[in-house]
């Protein structure tokens, strides 16, 4: 084996920054080459959370938010990760989503 996919299906609350950091440093100690795949990240904290709560301002700007600081993090770490890919989901119920890859370079 000479790489690792991370999933990222992630919502607004989690991961935290430290443990996708850790998760990173912790396989490129290992010598594997990271991917982060299927990167999205949901407007709900939790599946108990869709109950009754749409898409709200304040839930697309803790996405945004979210999305901000994995991309920083990303970039802290482009030495270690060779591709990001995924889909940005614009509207409520993934009415439209927009895929993306990114070579880290």
């Given at each position: 084996?000479?790489?690792v996919g991370l999933q990222g299906h992630w919502n607004i609350s989690n991961p935290p920054?430290?443990?996708?950091r850790e998760s990173i440093d912790r396989f490129f100690s290992l010598g594997l080459e990271i991917q982060i795949?299927?990167?999205d990240v949901?407007?709900?904290?939790?599946?108990n959370d869709t109950i009754n709560m749409g898409f709200t301002p304040e839930r697309e700007q803790k996405q945004i938010d979210?999305?901000?600081m994995a991309f920083d993090l990303f970039r802290e770490?482009?030495?270690?990760?060779?591709?990001?890919s995924g889909e940005f989901i614009t509207l409520p119920h993934?009415?439209?989503k927009e895929s993306f890859n990114f070579?880290?370079?």
């Open positions: 084996m000479h790489g920054a430290q443990e996708i795949t299927e990167l949901s407007i709900f904290a939790s599946r979210f999305y901000r770490k482009k030495d270690f990760i060779s591709l990001i993934a009415l439209m070579l880290i370079e």
